[in-house]
């Protein structure tokens, strides 16, 4: 006997006419909002799959987000699908409100996302994560082994030296210095995360005070 009032059912069930004669199979099911058959070439098809579940503003700071080399308007709507004249609307408009960094050339305006602003987003984001206090504690061991198997303190102590460095040997020097950003990052955003409960703790305590209580009813 089935619970209708289980959360995990439907809230509502079809009607006999609704119900297919023939039984549903998993060839019926389309995960997708546009015809493949339309497409001989899959990044044809991924593109407009792409463009019928996005708008050109998502699809514009999408394409910037990831743009760390600066790009003219026209090689971002190239990417976003979008004309040139809607791409640079949309970018000047980030650039105003310090999203995105422009400069002239002689061959025109370049765009590129603003490195300050794509750092603290990444902090913010990672200051949300449940496993903060983990991930730091694995990118410190990560670097203590490290600082063991070269026996330094410093990645550019290795990089420097005299010694002829292996290709496995520079590939870690290159891991070594990513492990350290990462943990620049993550304690920032430790960090950034202390700061705000803190703010959080006063306001909640400054909001208990008598002089700050509503007024009863």
């Given at each position: 006997m089935t619970d209708d009032s289980s959360p995990d059912g439907p809230d509502e069930f079809p009607s006999e006419e609704e119900i297919p004669d023939e039984p549903v199979t998993v060839d019926d099911i389309d995960p997708?909002?546009?015809?493949?058959?339309?497409?001989?070439?899959?990044?044809?098809?991924?593109?407009?799959?792409?463009?019928?579940?996005?708008?050109?503003?998502e699809r514009i700071r999408t394409v910037i987000n990831r743009t760390t080399t600066p790009k003219s308007a026209g090689d971002i709507a190239d990417t976003a699908l979008v004309s040139e004249t809607k791409a640079r609307t949309t970018?000047?408009?980030?650039?105003?409100?310090?999203l995105v960094r422009s400069h002239q050339t002689d061959a025109g305006k370049?765009?590129?996302?603003?490195?300050?602003?794509?750092?603290?987003?990444?902090?913010?984001q990672l200051a949300g994560s449940n496993t903060l206090v983990d991930q730091i504690q694995r990118v410190k061991q990560e670097l203590a082994a490290y600082k063991a198997k070269y026996d330094g303190s410093d990645p550019e102590e290795l990089l420097?030296?005299?010694?002829e460095l292996t290709q496995n040997e520079l590939d870690?020097?290159?891991?070594?210095?990513?492990?350290?950003?990462?943990?620049?990052?993550?304690?920032?955003?430790?960090?950034?995360?202390?700061a705000?409960?803190?703010?959080?703790?006063?306001?909640?305590?400054?909001d208990r005070q008598p002089g700050n209580q509503p007024p009863l009813q």
């Open positions: 997708f909002s546009v015809d493949d058959d339309d497409f001989a070439d899959i990044d044809d098809f991924a593109a407009a799959e792409w463009k019928k579940q996005s708008t050109a503003d970018l000047n408009k980030l650039a105003e409100d310090g370049l765009y590129g996302r603003d490195p300050e602003w794509h750092l603290l987003k990444q902090i913010k420097i030296s005299d010694t870690d020097i290159s891991h070594w210095r990513t492990a350290e950003r990462e943990l620049s990052h993550l304690r920032a955003a430790y960090r950034f995360k202390e705000k409960e803190q703010v959080s703790t006063v306001t909640e305590r400054g």
